[in-house]
């Protein structure tokens, strides 16, 4: 029998949903979580208990516009993991059918669920329950960083990258052409990238030094000028951030 997680900001669309899925016979065990971020949690426990472990997961269905993390980037970190569960996106928005596929999701099912169509959704993901798991994709060099993006595998340049910011237990990164979000904590980063020139600003900012264009003090608040974007610079960090731009070449 599946076991399943919902995933919706939304208490009363939760409860609904996970009143249907517990209808279902094909469900063993049903869960709630009311953001991405407790799911993306969750989902590392099942991971760590294995497939056939206590806390294991073997489908998400996901809502898509969610506060923080939103559905589509949590289904883009989940391809990922080395088993990742399968997913079926349940939406009130029609527009992002596409992308739910690319990603490879198992069903796209629009609000307000119905019985009939969330249980055509349930026996997909029961039939692909017993599919051979992906292949995750592994750091191919210290100079480059593999990303998610529409399903595709990319590499990101380190020396592309402008910043670093911290979500929670993720990172994204930010390019002078967009931003990325990885499965990587910031402080993990920090330590690797560290002979590379980048350096903690605040709790939540890692900068490389070679990107930051100006340093400014404000009434006392120091910042810095990364490309477009102003990074606060915190108190802790100021003096060792002034040392090493005087000793930059």
Do not use: C
Not at 164 to 170: I, L, N, R, S
Not at 172 to 188: A, N
Not at 191 to 212: D, M, N, P, Q, T
């Amino acid at each position: 029998m599946l076991r399943a997680l919902a995933v919706d900001d939304e208490r009363p669309s939760l409860e609904e949903l996970l009143y249907l899925l517990q209808a279902d016979p094909r469900i063993g065990s049903a869960e709630g979580a009311g953001d991405a971020t407790e799911a993306l949690r969750r989902i590392n426990r099942a991971l760590e208990s294995g497939p056939g472990g206590p806390e294991a997961i073997d489908v998400v269905f996901l809502d898509i516009q969610m506060p923080g993390l939103d559905g589509l980037d949590m289904a883009r970190l989940l391809t990922g993991f080395a088993r990742p569960p399968l997913v079926v996106f349940v939406t009130a928005h029609e527009d992002f059918a596409v992308q739910a596929f690319d990603l490879k999701a198992v069903d796209y099912v629009l609000k307000p669920v119905r019985k009939e169509r969330l249980a055509e959704a349930v026996r997909r993901a029961d039939e692909l329950r017993g599919a051979a798991p992906r292949i995750p994709v592994h750091e191919p060099d210290p100079d480059h960083l593999p990303v998610e993006l529409g399903g595709v595998t990319r590499f990101v340049a380190v020396d592309d990258i402008t910043h670093v910011e911290a979500q929670g237990d993720y990172a994204r990164l930010h390019t002078g052409k967009g931003s990325h979000l990885v499965r990587i904590p910031l402080s993990t980063l920090e330590e690797r990238w560290r002979s590379r020139g980048f350096v903690r600003i605040h709790r939540r900012h890692l900068v490389a030094l070679r990107h930051i264009g100006e340093l400014r003090l404000d009434a006392g608040t120091v910042s810095v000028l990364v490309g477009s974007e102003e990074l606060q610079v915190s108190r802790r960090h100021t003096r060792e951030l002034r040392d090493l731009l005087m000793r930059r070449p």
